[in-house]
């Protein structure tokens, strides 16, 4: 796995609301990425929650976890495992309790692992704790997860002064779990969204009961899906394409 020359791109994913779909969008967009040639290391960073093992069908398959790596317990090698579902798309997982991620040997991990991988995205915990932090100290740019409602909407524009603030790149937004109408979700329209948090919209991803399936049974998800295809999007606008947006 070591041995080729590169220099990632490190991208964090995060949200001011839990369970907005930080976990659900990084795994896709890794492994949208992935699909596309590109060399992904997906690093999850919410210590004692974790959900990317299954969504990313590496549950069963770990040993070590990024504690590990971060206190000198393991090689990185040994704690990084491929997708079972995702080829291509490379996976450390967050420890089961504990492992409280140090911003300096976060920052020394993913310095060597850029080396490596073309992309690296970093998948954080809900707010603005250690994670996030230790994120934002290495991260290019951020994908700030909301959903449709007024109070992840506040809570991400919160999130978003403190990506820009603390001197994060880029930051674009992902609207995610959006309902076929928007019908009592208290919003007139996605606009209302972009203008709310203040970043630039860089996809839209319809609520799909297959997608919330696939990460529960650990299971692949069907690229004709249209959230699959929403998060293709997303992996293509990250890498420069430009597919057009729209926000009904
Ligand atoms: N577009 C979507 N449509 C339907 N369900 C979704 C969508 N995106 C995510 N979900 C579901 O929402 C739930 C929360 O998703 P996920 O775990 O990715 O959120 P999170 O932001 O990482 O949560 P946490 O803040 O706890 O880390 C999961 O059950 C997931 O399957
Ligand atoms: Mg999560």
Known sequence: MWGVKMSAEVIMVASGKGGTGKSTVAVHVGARLAA?????????????????????GVSGKTVYDIGDILSGRCEPAKAIVESGLYPG????????????????????FIGSARMVFSHIILDTAAGMGVPF?????????ALLVVTPDPVALRDGRIVCDALNTGGCGEV???????????????????????????????GVVPESAPLAAAGARSAPLDGADRAAQALD????????????????
């Not at 996976?91 to 409280?100: F, H, K, L």
């Open 233 to 248: 999007a997303v992996a293509a606008r990250l890498c420069g394409e430009e597919i057009p947006l729209t926000v009904r």
């Open 172 to 202: 674009r937004l992902v609207i995610n779990k959006v309902p076929r109408t928007l019908a009592g979700t208290g919003l007139q329209d996605l606009d209302e969204c972009i203008d709310t948090v203040g970043a630039r919209l860089i």
């Open 89 to 108: 798309l490379f996976v450390v997982c967050a420890p089961y309790e504990g492992g409280d991620i140090r911003p300096e040997a976060l920052a020394s």
């Open 36 to 56: 596309r040639g590109h060399r992904v290391l997906l690093v999850e960073l919410d210590s004692g929650l974790r959900s990317v093992d299954y969504i990313a």
């Open 133 to 141: 932090a230790a994120a934002r100290a290495v991260a290019d740019r």
